[in-house]
């Protein structure tokens, strides 16, 4: 029995505007817990490492993501059973034609010494499902027809009349099902005629295909994508498990999606385009009111997470991050809390709340990108409070971590030691803080604060000055490679 060699990639660069405020491009709906107790990131990472058969051997996860985002996504990835492979991290985003030719580059890559052209199975990094061994068996299915030379999608099988997804037309053969068509969303009459017809599936954008399937499918319809992402792949720098392309060439690349690129162009060509049916509870959280779909809902059809009340009211949902919200009296509503945002939207229109972030961006709003609780590389930081020259915020570093050797030209910092131990470098010193014990910084004063202990460290930093924005920061040294 021959081994079919396989090699997860998770496409985990998406932005996720319609769940904001829950999800920012700083910290984006495929690394929150939406559905479960794992991220949407992570959860995809599990689903594909169980890929593993007697005749399927699974290769360390490929993600290609965000720059941004790299440590998130490496701390992630360890918490799953998940062997962590490369991280592609895209200078630009370029939609997912040039992010999966760059899986496919490193797969090529990788397997060079020993021949090895491996089957990409390709997700996306913010979708959810509730039969796991439903979507095994359709991905180990769809794995043997693109050893064989298949360009294969899963195709899920619609319960009701969807106008937010696209669909894929299907015909039956001997050997399974043909796409013949792809179709772009339709209005509600037309979806309602796809589910009375049958042989119409949304459009999951799951693919599974051998890389050099891929490269010879591109070269074929979009030569010109193949060709500026190989130039930049061909300049990438490595560090560590991080592969960067060449920025300034990577921004050459035509964007372009897969179905575009050429997904919808192999109907009626000589690849060979198959199907698989996933009918495994499938939902891509694309909009609170999928969100409400897949969550567990009492008598009345309310969902809810956090500290909610909910009283005379129907098919709500109320998420809660960090205060007692109270819902009384509504039916078919959203509500979602933050520390520094409220969404209220009737659950029929929340795909339009990607028109409220576009409305921030426009207003150079920072609600548009980051929480009030930032995450870091070495830990987070919580703004819990701020004026006119002072702000409080609360700090935590992970054990082994430091900041960056930095000083700031318009701010001077208190810091208390709320729990741990600090190792804090202040001009000449070197001193080691417990709790209770505080230091000052002086403006212009170069310092560090780093973490020796094996627990958690928290400290509050209360900040003084004439300016006060993260972009004050003159870093000398930086473990995680910030100029």
């Not at 792949?233 to 560090?239: E, K």
């Not at 964007?255 to 198959?274: H, T």
């Not at 997470?305 to 007692?324: E, F, K, W, Y």
């Not at 945002?341 to 028109?355: F, W």
């Amino acid at each position: 029995m021959s081994i079919i060699q396989v090699q997860p990639v998770i496409m985990a660069g998406g932005s996720g505007t319609r769940l904001w405020p829950l999800s920012r491009a700083g910290y984006p709906k495929q690394f929150l817990v939406l559905a479960g107790n794992s991220s949407l990131f992570q959860q995809a990472a599990e689903r594909l490492a169980g890929l593993a058969a007697a005749d399927i051997a699974v290769a360390p996860t490929l993600v290609v993501g965000n720059e941004e985002h790299r440590f998130m996504v490496l701390d992630q990835l360890r918490e799953t059973s998940a062997t962590p492979g490369a991280v592609l991290l895209e200078p630009a985003g370029r939609n997912t034609a040039p992010a999966l030719t760059l899986a496919a580059l490193q797969a090529l890559e990788e397997g060079a010494d020993g021949g090895a052209d491996p089957v990409l199975v390709v997700t996306p990094a913010d979708q959810t499902v509730t039969n796991d061994p439903a979507f095994t068996a359709a991905l180990q299915a769809a794995v043997r027809a693109a050893a064989d030379g298949a360009i294969v999608i899963l195709g899920i099988t619609p319960d009701r009349p969807e106008t937010g997804y696209g669909y894929i037309r299907s015909s039956s053969d001997a050997c399974g099902l043909n796409v013949e068509a792809f179709v772009e969303k339709p209005d509600a009459a037309t979806a309602a005629g796809y589910l009375a017809a049958g042989g119409y599936y949304w459009n999951s954008g799951m693919f599974v295909l051998r890389a050099s399937a891929w490269m010879k499918a591109l070269q074929r319809f979009r030569p010109d994508i193949a060709a500026a992402t190989r130039a930049a792949y061909a300049a990438r720098q490595v560090d560590g498990l991080f592969v960067r392309p060449d920025k300034a060439l990577f921004t050459q690349v035509p964007a372009e999606s897969v179905d575009y690129a050429v997904m919808e162009r192999c109907p009626g060509s000589d690849f060979v385009l198959r199907m698989v049916e996933l009918d495994a509870g499938w939902n891509d959280l694309g909009a609170w009111e999928a969100v409400w779909q897949v969550a567990e809902k009492d008598a009345q059809g309310n969902a809810s997470r956090g500290d909610t009340i909910i009283s005379d009211s129907h098919n709500t949902l109320v998420h809660a991050t960090s205060r007692l919200v109270a819902a009384v009296g509504l039916d078919d509503i959203v509500i979602v809390e933050t520390p520094d945002a409220v969404l209220v939207a009737e659950r029929s229109k929340s795909q339009d709340v990607k028109n409220i972030v576009a409305q921030l961006g426009r207003e150079k709003r920072g609600e548009q990108t980051l929480h009030r609780k930032v995450h870091r590389p070495w830990g987070w930081y919580d703004s819990i409070d701020m004026g006119a020259r002072f702000q409080v915020k609360r700090i935590m570093v992970k054990p082994g971590a430091s900041l960056s050797l930095q000083k700031h030209h318009h701010r001077a910092e208190h810091w208390i030691v709320v729990s741990g131990t600090a190792e804090i470098t202040n001009g000449e010193q070197v001193l080691l803080l417990s709790e209770n014990q505080s230091t000052y910084i002086p403006l212009g004063q170069v310092h560090r604060l780093a973490n020796p202990g094996k627990v958690p460290l928290e400290i509050i930093e209360v900040q003084s000055g004439s300016y006060l924005g993260e972009d004050d920061i003159v870093r000398y040294e930086d473990s995680y490679g910030r100029g």
